[in-house]
């Protein structure tokens, strides 16, 4: 997150220089951070999170030789063409080239293929640059995909009107099939439909959204630890599988429908039923975790509305040790900072932001207060010592703005 000039002008910046031309199309996409409703998504439960002011930009024109060249600010240059399998592409291009393998699967299942019923998408020539550090929770990788999937689709001749859930659905295909990630819907959502000055609370069971007024006495500050962690995936894929497998284990289609009263059954369930691999007090505590966020997440949504912060912060932070000790998705910088973050003055409360284990947290923080906030809790975090960070603590600022669109034409 660099201060100026923003990514959509450095993308076309970019672009001019190396194609010593301008670029006819320019997209941009936001990273988000969740407010709170966090490991709800692929419970079909809530969510509510606020699109970042930060985003990633392509500046792009079309080939006609079915290839994908793209110069990245940071990354280099990359190259792949559209006929190859989007495994064979690495590194960050993969979620392009995945966008393009999603994208062309979803046009032709709603009939805007040719009359072999195929969808060929063009190649193009672009720059891409982003605001959104990686790695800090904020979802730079949701951020490509919509650009990305916003730009083909457009440079195709628009065959389909790409509603927010669409969007949200191809890249997420590409994180499920493609990256391998058994990640749910949240980020693309925040990403693709996020409205300036409100969180959206979606409803992942039916994808119902309702745009919440932020209020602007509070102000939502990114606490990038700097921390990155591998083999988060492994970790997530396992919350995953745990939740589908106590969702059996009730009779439930998804944790959407359990309740505190069911705990019990559960964990006789897991005991008595070894076929379903789960240990009966993980499986508790991580269906309580689901039960309770979901609670608190519509309690958030109240809070925020009647303008109680200091409620917010309470659930915020009641998230926090939800996810910490129940569902074990904190990690040691995480937990600190948050602890430094609630001595604060100013801070309502704070938690950890998305997947876990490492990156980014955020603080509600009185909006007259940041300032200071920000001085104190750079004051207070003593970053741990066994977990290593790559960056020094970096704070932002991050009112909630607008989703994903196609700057230009
Ligand atoms: C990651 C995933 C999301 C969601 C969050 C946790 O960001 O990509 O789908 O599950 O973790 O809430």
């Not at 002011?53 to 079915?66: E, N």
């Not at 409100?198 to 602007?216: E, G, K, M, N, Y």
């Not at 509070?218 to 919350?239: H, K, N, Q």
Request: proline share 6%; net charge negative.
């Amino acid at each position: 997150m660099t201060a100026n000039p923003p990514a959509a002008d450095r993308a076309a910046a970019t672009f001019l220089t190396t194609f010593n031309d301008s670029a006819p199309v320019l997209v941009q996409a936001p990273g988000r951070v969740n407010v709170i409703g966090e490991h709800t998504d692929y419970n079909d439960g809530f969510v509510l999170p606020i699109a970042l002011p930060f985003t990633t930009a392509i500046a792009a024109r079309p080939r006609t030789d079915g290839r994908v060249i793209v110069e990245s600010e940071g990354f280099g240059r990359t190259e792949f063409r559209l006929v190859d399998e989007p495994r064979a592409t690495s590194g960050w291009a993969r979620y392009l080239h995945g966008v393009a393998w999603a994208l062309a699967e979803h046009l032709e299942a709603h009939g805007a293929g040719g009359s072999d019923g195929r969808v060929e998408l063009p190649g193009w020539d672009g720059a891409i640059a982003t605001d959104i550090p990686a790695g800090a929770s904020l979802s730079s990788s949701a951020a490509i995909e919509v650009a990305a999937t916003l730009l083909f689709n457009h440079l195709a001749g628009s065959p389909a009107d790409l509603s927010v859930a669409d969007l949200a659905r191809i890249g997420q295909r590409v994180e499920n099939e493609v990256m391998g990630l058994p990640s749910g819907l949240l980020d693309q959502l925040a990403s693709a439909g996020g409205q300036a000055g409100h969180a959206t609370l979606i409803d992942c069971r039916d994808l119902s959204t309702r745009a919440v007024p932020f209020p602007p006495s509070a102000t939502i500050v990114v606490l990038d630890t700097g921390t990155r962690r591998e083999l988060v995936e492994s970790e997530y894929a396992d919350r995953q599988a745990t939740c589908a497998a106590a969702a059996r284990a009730l009779g439930l289609t998804s944790l959407r429908d359990a309740t505190l009263d069911d705990l019990d059954k559960l964990a006789d369930a897991a005991r008595h039923t070894p076929d379903l691999h789960l240990d009966p007090e993980v499986a508790v505590r991580r269906v309580r975790h689901v039960v309770t966020e979901n609670a608190r997440t519509l309690a958030a949504v109240e809070a925020m509305e009647a303008g109680e912060l200091g409620e917010l912060g309470r659930l915020m932070t009641a998230s926090h040790v939800s996810l910490r000790e129940d569902y074990e998705v904190s990690g040691p910088a995480l937990d600190a900072v948050v602890e430094a973050a609630l001595e604060c003055v100013g801070c309502y409360g704070a938690r950890m932001t998305g997947g876990g284990f490492a990156g980014g947290a955020i603080a509600l923080v009185a909006t007259d207060e940041v300032e200071s906030f920000c001085l104190d809790v750079a004051d207070r975090y003593v970053a741990p010592l066994d977990q290593p960070a790559v960056a020094p603590l970096r704070l932002y600022p991050t009112p909630p703005s607008a989703g994903a669109r196609i700057v230009r034409p």
